[in-house]
């Protein structure tokens, strides 16, 4: 365990302070929708999935409970340009999870790690989980959906980052 991270997780459970944030100056290119996205430190089961709709998750892995999330605005799926960028703050991991109907076209997705995570969401809709690891310094580019009008928007979490195989 990085010990930096530990001594900040300390301060914030014995001090009340909030961490530095793991992302910096998130930029969304969707003006149309951009007042629609958040950035929450409370995401769990039953949290709201977009900033936009009352579609709630319905399970969520435990690591990524109570993790940065960049709650997106799902009318963001008609954008068919890059949807945002921010700069990662340390060395993090980010999860993006995609709606499965349009993921496997996903340019950006490409240099992304699919795992084998699926979260549900109260209207149905199944959002599989990709992975990227970042070093701190580096740009992290959040693709198109697509444009598809019979899909849902992505939504992300970043971590400290996280070693996986």
């Known amino acids: 365990m990085n010990g930096s991270w530990f001594r900040t997780a300390m301060n914030v459970l ?8 793991m992302r910096k100056n998130l930029v969304v290119n969707d003006k149309e929708n951009d007042d ?15 900033g936009d709709r009352e579609i709630t998750i319905m399970n969520l892995p435990s690591n990524l409970v109570n993790a940065e999330t960049v709650r997106t605005a799902c ?3 008609m954008y068919t340009d890059n949807l ?3 700069t990662a703050n340390s060395d993090i ?5 995609v709606d499965k109907r349009v993921n496997s076209n996903l340019e950006w ?11 549900n969401t109260s209207n149905g809709v199944e959002l599989e989980l990709f992975r ?29 980052q996280e070693a996986y195989f």
């Open 14 to 21: 014995n001090h009340g302070l909030k961490p530095a944030p």
């Open 36 to 50: 629609d996205w958040s950035i929450c430190n409370d995401f769990n089961v039953g949290s709201k999935v977009y």
């Open 75 to 77: 009318d963001s799926k």
């Open 84 to 86: 945002a960028v921010f």
């Open 93 to 97: 991991t980010v999860y993006a999870a």
């Open 109 to 119: 997705l490409k240099s992304w790690t699919r795992t084998s995570t699926v979260l």
């Open 132 to 160: 990227l690891n970042a070093k701190s310094g580096e740009t992290i580019i959040l693709g198109t959906n697509g444009g598809e009008n019979e899909s849902a928007n992505y939504i992300v979490f970043v971590l400290p």
